[in-house]
Nanobody, 116 residues
Framework: EVQLVETGGGLVQAGGSLKLSCAAS????????IAWFRQAPGNEREGVSC????????YYAYSVKGRFTISSDNAKNTVYLQMSSLKPEDTAVYYC?????????RGQGTQVTVSS
């Protein structure tokens, strides 16, 4: 069974850090682009960061650049999102998505709540 599972969310104070994990089962990340999205209540889904597994090219939304870092551990088939200097506006459900050609897989999400 193909599955993406996000973990690592939680409640943190403003200025704190969290590290999210996106683990795949049933397929490997080779050749995929792995993206983190987030969606807060009443807001549209926002692309946060993306990494190309083949060449480690990364992308960050302006709102998180300099605070978030995306990385991958291919041996563990896992992508991470290290989030630092968190702000209340980072509060959202964070999802990871794996895309390769016509194949797209998405996890169920993990809640991140940043208190002021």
């Amino acid at each position: 069974e193909v599955q993406l599972v996000e973990t690592g969310g939680g409640l943190v104070q403003a200025g704190g850090s969290l590290k999210l994990s996106c683990a795949a089962s049933g397929f490997t990340f080779d050749g995929y682009a792995i993206a983190w999205f987030r969606q807060a209540p009443g807001n549209e889904r926002e692309g946060v960061s993306c990494i190309s597994i083949n060449d480690n090219t990364t992308y960050y939304a302006y709102s998180v650049k300099g605070r978030f870092t995306i990385s991958s551990d291919n041996a563990k088939n896992t992508v991470y999102l290290q989030m630092s200097s968190l702000k209340p506006e980072d509060t959202a459900v964070y999802y990871c998505q794996a895309t390769e050609g016509t194949y797209t897989y998405r996890g169920q999400g993990t809640q991140v709540t940043v208190s002021s």
